[in-house]
């Protein structure tokens, strides 16, 4: 994933939590808001229930490598961060990949056209 979809700043983080709406599935809880820009932005928040700093490393290297073919797909002008699970680390990846796609499918951010 290009670092230029990444959300970076604490600030925008908290903006994303704060006005945002969730939508959650088994491995991840979508959150999700407005932004004033065109580009999607999105960021990965792993908590310290996910495991120790290799395992939430692993969480955060699997999610971005999943999410990767999904970014033309989705809407632009939103701030999306994947809040991932514990169980995100046992699961299948192509598993990953689709619970993501569901997510943003369900919350209006999924284009069908590429």
């Keep these: 994933m290009d670092r230029s979809y990444s959300l970076k700043r604490h600030k925008e983080f908290r ?4 006005r945002g709406r969730a939508q959650s599935l088994s491995l991840f809880t979508l959150v999700y808001v407005k932004n004033r820009n065109e580009t999607v932005r999105i960021g990965f928040s ?3 229930r996910v495991g120790n ?4 490393n692993r969480a955060k290297r699997r999610m ?4 990767t073919p999904l970014l033309p797909r989705i809407a632009g002008g939103f701030n999306v961060i994947f809040v ?3 169980e995100v680390l046992e ?14 499918k369900r919350a209006g ?3 069908d056209e590429a």
């Design 91 to 104: 699961a299948p990846f192509p598993e990953l990949g689709a619970q993501m796609e569901a997510l943003l």
């Design 109 to 111: 951010l999924w284009r």
């Design 64 to 67: 971005r490598a999943a999410l």
């Design 53 to 56: 700093a290799v395992h939430r």
């Design 84 to 86: 991932a699970k514990p």
């Design 46 to 48: 792993v908590s310290k």
């Design 15 to 18: 903006y994303t939590y704060a």
